[in-house]
Each structure stands twice: as structure tokens, then as C-alpha cells.
């Protein structure tokens, strides 16, 4: 470890202000390894886990480093926080409050009242008071509201959580109008991190409803708009070039039109990629502003500037070094090469809108696109025009920033690489084997074949329609189909469909069960002349290839790529937990890898704030 520790812990710090929970749990884990027992970095891991919606493994890891008995209260409050997120994961989607398990809430309000004993802290009493009102126990939740409001009033830290634990006291009072002026108040204090005010914002939300619901409340939504977090967007316009001249005054307009819609917007978390012109001038205003950049590339780096940047001059390359110097994260949608296929612009744009989305979504942010654009429809593959009708078409808003028309004897620019078949496009990928296979004696493989693989069979069977690719050998299964969402649901009917058979009479010392990569990349379609049939192959087909040997068994790893595409598609049947950056299998690199699972209960609608 070449950095130290107080360093890593800054960094932490910084991840956790900005809601990046992905990184903060990253940062803690691989510090851990060197410090094991440092209390502030096992805080953080559980913390980051419980903020990816892993809550189960954030409470089995708090138990594991026994935070339990820390003296720091905020450490112990994490028990609680957990066990009320499960609560309300039970919740169903479309009427929360309809068939609640009234005892799950219970469970954890015990767990806060416990804790406000110890500690006497307004935030352990107002969490108390708001899952007993949940709980039913009416009584009990008014008793702590009124002890939290006073424990609050005497509060002499920050002014953000004290205001906002009176606000919520004051709602489960019955006062909308007094929480009103706490909210206000809370809301001045803008250095509390983005993750914290919009989860503020989503708890005063969802008690304000229980309470029109139990108790007849009337209030004003508009109370709540103070919290409203920043706008996390998705950005994208065209390259300025001889084709589509800007002059200065011309760029310093757009310039100017860019800051003045971020900051209208209050925008402060942004995804793009990084081509000379509108991106690189959307993400130095972005960064003037103090926001949060995220750069998606569609390949290398220093690939994309060859083609991307230096043919349209060389202050645009300076301004792109500087912009990667300042991001937050640099990432690249493959790792492969470029070979001159437009396909693989249009594939980043697509990684970089479902990434927004699914931050936003973190967040309980707005999402919006922000685009520099001749308002010209094309029928390009790729493009700022392909682009924002993708956004349109998925129902999220668009504010175009009008920019000059392409001069009419200039044409496109054309990319070599374009011929069909020599053509990589992107699809989903799907790499299965079964965990004890290689243990089977001959009479269990023949089982495997007759009994097991027959209703493996039947669930493929069912998406045959929708599958480009099937391959398998042994017990591996290899496939290629357009949509993420298809993989998804084959992985999860795969998981169940071996969960659910008898494997009583077999020898073996463990069941058998399914590990399963998922990873969303360019691959070809090629002939095997061996096999005398076509089949997909690429380096992103070995790279999911190298994703399954590292997936436990039972579980479905999809990569980044995957799950900003699953939710790119827009079905929301799916969920996913971040599981970590993991080192796949023969060194083939490190990914951050997401659990896929289906979203059998609605999202935590409430998430305890810090």
C-alpha cells in the first residue's frame, strides 16, 4: 500500500460526501487488509454495504466485527439503522402501508430504544419514536418525540441533524408547520454530504405519509423542497471541428449556456464521456462548479484522445488531460480495442445514462440530460441525436443548448471498421457452471445429465427467442443474447431451478449450486470452422469468462457495464448489490461487480441518515 492510512481514510471521507458508496466500501476493504481492526474502517465498510441496499451482509458484518460492543455510539447506532432498513424493505411497492409487518418495526425500535438509553442521543430517540409509531405503539413513539425534540434543542454539534430530528419529532406530533421552520433551518447547511440530505428528505417523505394515512395529517409536500438534493445528469452534445465551426465568442455562449444550466439545475453529479467540444466543455463546467465528474470512455484512453480529441487540435487535448487529471472516476465501457466501429460510442453512451440513472436513483436525486445539440434528427447509429432520444424514450427530461448546424457541403465523419461482419456489437453475456460437478462420481454425472440439465434446459427453453448464442460443455453454459434484462432473468431462473431439485441421493459433501457472471460488452460473430457453425467470441467474452470462477456459489455477479445497461432498459424488475471491486480468475484484472437479484419488495423507502 503506497498511500497511508489517514490518507485513505481521507479519501473515504471524501466518497462518503459525495454518495459514492461503491468507492467508500473499496477504499475501506482494501485498508482493512492492513488494519483489521480499525474500528473507523470496519464503521465504514458496513455503512457502505448497508448503503448499496446489501443490508443483510452489512448486519451479519457488524456482528462479525463485533461493533455491537464499541463504545462509540454512532457505531452501535448502526444495529438499529440495519434492522430498521430491513423493516421497510418488507414494504410493498405500490402501498407501503397495507399489510406491514408491524413486528419487524417493533424489532427495531427496541433496538433504537435500547440504544437511546445508553446514549441519551436525539437521534437514537426520534428513530425510536418514528418505528414505534410504525409498530402501532402510538404512545410509546410520542413519548421519545418529545425527548428527542428536547435532547436535540440541547444538541451543540452540527445544526443539520439536530433540525432535522426535531422536524421529524414535530411531524409524528402532529405539527407540520413548526417542522417546516426546522426543515428550512437544516436545509442551510449545505456541507452536509448529498447522500445525507436526500436520505433526510426521503424519511421526512415517507413518515409525512404514514402520518395523512394513520392519523388524518394534512401538510404541505412543498415543506421538503429545501432538501432537495442535487441534480445528477447526463451529458452530451457534438465535436467542434472545420464541419461545425466555433469561434470564440461563439464557445464562450455556449459556455456560459452550460454553467448557467448547471447551475439552474443544481447540478452536481455528471456522467459523459470526453470528445473535444460539447463534453469536454460540459465537464470543466462541472468542475468549476465544484461537481462531481465521472468520465466514461468508450475504450483506452489514450486511444480515444488519438481519435476523439487531437484531429480537432491540440488546446482541446490539454483541456482533456486536465479534465481526466480533475474526475472523480475514468472509466472505459471495454477494454478492448477501438478498430474503428462507431458501435462502441453509442454502447458508452448507453453504460453512461443507465450509471446516471442508477446514481440518482441512490441518491433519491433528480435526473436530467443536459445536451449541446443542432437540433437536427439524423439516422446515425451514435450520436448526440441517438442519445437524446434514447433519454426522451425512457421518460426522463432533456434541455437542449442549441449549437451551429454542421455546414451543408461538410458529410459525416466516417469511421472504418463498419463492414458487417467484421462488425462487433454489443450484447449481453452469460457465463454458468456448477459448483461440485468435478466431484461427481459417474453415476451422479449421469444424474447430472438426465435429471438436473433437463430442467436447466426447459428454463433456456423458455427464452429461445431472445438467445443470439448457446454453447456448454460439461456443466458450463455459455451464452449471447441482445438484452441485459434477458440474461438476468435466465440467471435467476437458472439459480432457482437448481435450488429447487431433490439432491438427496447423490454423493456428494456440499449441494450443487450455480455460479453466474453476467457482463455487457462488444463481441463478434464469427465462424468456428472446428465446430462448423458461427459462435461470438471477443475479449469481452473472455473477460465474463474470467468473472464466473470468481462468483459464489449461488450467486450472480454482473460487472458495471451490466447493471447501467439492466437499468439503461428501464424494466425495473431487477435489483443489484455492489458486492466490491473483485479480481477475476487468471489475473485477467479487477472489476466492480454488482449481486443481480430480482426485487421481490419494494426499495428501502426510508434509509436512516448519518
Not at 425510536?128 to 409509531?133: G, K, N, Q, R, S
Not at 404514514?210 to 445528477?232: K, S
Request: with cysteine.
Amino acid at each position: 500500500m503506497t498511500r497511508s492510512i489517514e490518507e485513505i481514510k481521507s479519501e473515504i471521507i471524501s466518497a462518503q460526501k459525495t454518495g459514492d458508496y461503491l468507492r467508500e466500501y473499496d477504499l475501506a476493504q482494501a485498508a482493512l487488509e492492513f488494519n483489521p481492526h480499525d474500528e473507523f474502517l470496519q464503521h465504514c465498510s458496513v455503512l457502505a454495504l448497508s448503503r448499496c441496499n446489501a443490508k443483510q451482509r452489512a448486519l451479519d458484518s457488524f456482528y462479525s466485527y463485533r461493533l455491537q460492543l464499541s463504545s462509540n455510539e454512532y457505531v452501535r447506532a448502526l444495529e438499529p439503522r440495519i434492522l430498521k432498513d430491513l423493516a421497510f424493505q418488507s414494504l410493498e411497492k405500490e402501498q407501503p402501508f397495507q399489510n406491514m409487518d408491524r413486528e419487524k418495526f417493533r424489532t427495531a425500535a427496541v433496538s433504537y430504544h435500547q440504544e437511546f438509553g445508553k446514549s441519551g442521543s436525539h437521534y437514537a430517540a426520534v428513530n425510536a419514536a418514528i418505528l414505534y409509531m410504525f409498530s402501532g405503539d402510538r404512545e410509546q413513539a410520542v413519548e421519545l418525540a418529545g425527548a428527542a425534540i428536547e435532547m436535540a434543542r440541547k444538541d451543540r454539534g452540527p445544526k443539520f441533524f439536530p433540525q432535522i430530528s426535531r422536524a421529524e419529532a414535530c411531524i409524528l406530533l402532529r405539527r407540520p408547520d413548526v417542522a417546516a421552520e426546522f426543515i428550512a433551518e437544516a436545509a442551510k447547511h449545505k456541507e452536509i454530504n448529498l447522500l445525507t440530505r436526500a436520505r433526510a428528505r426521503n424519511q421526512l417523505m415517507l413518515i409525512c405519509s404514514y402520518m395523512v394515512m394513520d392519523a388524518g395529517l394534512e401538510f404541505d409536500p412543498a415543506i421538503l423542497d429545501p432538501l432537495l438534493p442535487e441534480t445528477v445528469i447526463h451529458y452530451c452534445g457534438h465535436i467542434f471541428d472545420q464541419s461545425r465551426k466555433l469561434d470564440e465568442a461563439a464557445e464562450r455562449r455556449i459556455s456560459n449556456q452550460i454553467e448557467d444550466r448547471i447551475a439552474g439545475n443544481h447540478c452536481a453529479i455528471a456522467y459523459g464521456s470526453l470528445a473535444a467540444g460539447a463534453d469536454i466543455m460540459f465537464a470543466e463546467a462541472i468542475l468549476k462548479r465544484g461537481g462531481e465528474l465521472n468520465v466514461w470512455l468508450p475504450f483506452g484512453k489514450e486511444s480515444f484522445c488519438e481519435e476523439l480529441v487531437r484531429p480537432y487540435g491540440e488546446r482541446w487535448v490539454q483541456r482533456f488531460h486536465d479534465c481526466i487529471g480533475k474526475a472523480h472516476t475514468v472509466s472505459c465501457a471495454t477494454e478492448s480495442d477501438y478498430l474503428g466501429e462507431s458501435s462502441l460510442f453509442n454502447f458508452c453512451a448507453d453504460v453512461a445514462m443507465g450509471m446516471a440513472i442508477m446514481r440518482a436513483g441512490s441518491l433519491y436525486a433528480k435526473v436530467m440530460q443536459l445536451a449541446v445539440w443542432d437540433q437536427i434528427a439524423t439516422s446515425q447509429r451514435s450520436g448526440t441525436y441517438t442519445n437524446i432520444a434514447k433519454w426522451k424514450e425512457l421518460g426522463h427530461h432533456t434541455e437542449v443548448i442549441p449549437a451551429p448546424a454542421r455546414l451543408p457541403e461538410q458529410t459525416p465523419r466516417k469511421y472504418h471498421g463498419e463492414h458487417p461482419e467484421y462488425r462487433r456489437e454489443p450484447h449481453a453475456i452469460l457465463f454458468a457452471d456448477v459448483r461440485g460437478f468435478s466431484k461427481l462420481c459417474d453415476r451422479d454425472i449421469l444424474w447430472y445429465f438426465n435429471v438436473l440439465q433437463p430442467e436447466l434446459a426447459k428454463v433456456i427453453g423458455k427464452f429461445r427467442a431472445e438467445i443470439q448464442h448457446l454453447d456448454t460443455w460439461g456443466d458450463a453454459i455459455f451464452l449471447v443474447m441482445e438484452k441485459a434484462s434477458t440474461a438476468a432473468r435466465i440467471a435467476l431462473e437458472l439459480n432457482n431451478a437448481i435450488a429447487a431439485i431433490d439432491q438427496s441421493g447423490l454423493d456428494i459433501d456440499a449441494p450443487l449450486l450455480m455460479r453466474i457472471g453476467l457482463h455487457f460488452g462488444p463481441v463478434y460473430k464469427v465462424y468456428d470452422h472446428l465446430m462448423q457453425s458461427h459462435t461470438y467470441a471477443s475479449n469481452d467474452v473472455n473477460k465474463t469468462a474470467r468473472i464466473e470462477p470468481v462468483t459464489p456459489p449461488g450467486e450472480i455477479f454482473g460487472t458495471e457495464p451490466f447493471v447501467a445497461m439492466l437499468e439503461l432498459e428501464g424494466e425495473g424488475w431487477a435489483g443489484f448489490d455492489y458486492a466490491g471491486t473483485i479480481p477475476s480468475a487468471k489475473d485477467f484484472g479487477a472489476f466492480r461487480m454488482f449481486h443481480v437479484r430480482p426485487k421481490h419488495a419494494a426499495p428501502v423507502l426510508m434509509c436512516s441518515i448519518e
